[in-house]
């Protein structure tokens, strides 16, 4: 069994963007600078735009975060994306999610102008991603698929079980695993809520993504000898071992599917590393303008 590294993946491509942006930096170009609204207190959010803002300073970036307070209205916080919209000096934003109920997260991520939409959640990115157009593709997905590039994990003709359809990591994951690229080309079967064979379907993967948010679901007698699998769990489960009072737990029972696998991803360090540093790769595309003029 090998352990992903995703911590030191991601700190090499950090290096990477770094390195790019030290050259732009003293060819008189512009700093790439993102921007990232965070609504309320939420504790998760806090910590995940903390991490944003940290991995911006580490690759060179300017970044700028804009707090509003809970009781934001959809109309105000849509203000605040057009003024971003228009802002020529933000490359590219996020607005960190889940938002309070009474905001549309639909109608927010559709106000983003698309050229600026680092995250991938607007339907134009969405779209141009499911027929392999140039586009920002979303960080978890995107990180996933370099990790699988990054350890050379063979995915032509084989078969990936995709646990979860989310718009964020179920939906993409799966969408790239299925294109004609490399990684990719394999055979991709979606797994949710509704599905009623799913423990036969999980046998029968080479490669399990698991993106249901379920903590500990995938259990050793689901795995297949051999195979690849990828936690994207992150929930918050109460730890009394923990200064913060909470661990991040993943939707794989590590320490008995573990020892099955070829490859697998820890909780953490695996994905979630990963994730920032596409982020941060959509960042300086769209600081250089790589994919929109
Ligand atoms: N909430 C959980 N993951 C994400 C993400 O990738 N982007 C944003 N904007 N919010 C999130």
């Known amino acids: 069994m090998k352990l992903i590294d995703g911590k030191a993946v991601a700190a090499q491509i950090k290096q990477e963007i770094a390195d790019e942006v030290a050259a732009i930096k003293e060819a008189g170009g512009k700093t790439p600078h993102l921007a990232a609204i965070l ?11 903390a991490h944003k803002v940290k991995a911006c300073n580490e690759c060179g970036f300017k970044s700028t975060l804009i707090r509003m307070d809970e009781d ?3 109309e105000q916080l849509l203000e605040m994306v057009d003024k971003l919209n228009k802002d020529e000096d933000v490359d590219g934003f996020i607005v960190q999610l889940p938002l309070p109920k009474h905001i549309s997260e639909q109608k927010v991520i559709e106000a983003i102008d698309y050229r600026k939409d680092v995250d991938g959640f607007h339907p134009v990115n969405v779209g141009r991603m499911s027929i ?4 920002f593709v979303s960080a978890t997905p995107a990180g996933i698929m370099e990790l699988i590039k990054r350890y050379d994990i063979d995915t032509k003709g084989k078969h990936c079980v995709v646990l979860g359809r989310s718009n964020i990591v179920g939906k993409p994951v799966a969408t790239l695993m299925s294109q004609k690229a490399t990684p990719g080309n394999a055979t991709v079967t979606i797994c949710h809520s509704a599905s009623a064979n799913l423990k036969e379907m999980c046998l029968q993967a ?3 993504i698991a993106a249901l948010g379920v ?11 051999g195979a690849v699998v990828i936690d994207v769990g992150t929930t918050r489960v109460p730890s009394e071992t923990s200064k913060t009072g909470f661990r991040l737990c993943g939707d794989v029972k590590f320490d008995e599917v573990a020892p099955k696998c070829s490859y697998i991803t820890p909780v953490p360090g695996g994905v979630g590393p990963m994730t920032i540093c596409s982020l941060m790769k959509n960042t300086l595309l769209a600081g250089k303008k790589a994919i929109y003029s």
């Open 39 to 49: 609504i309320g207190h939420d504790g998760g959010s806090e910590t995940y735009v």
């Open 132 to 135: 392999g157009l140039p586009c």
């Open 72 to 74: 934001t209205t959809e």
């Open 215 to 225: 903590p500990e679901f995938l259990k050793a007698d689901m795995v297949k000898e």
């Open 206 to 208: 080479d490669i399990i």
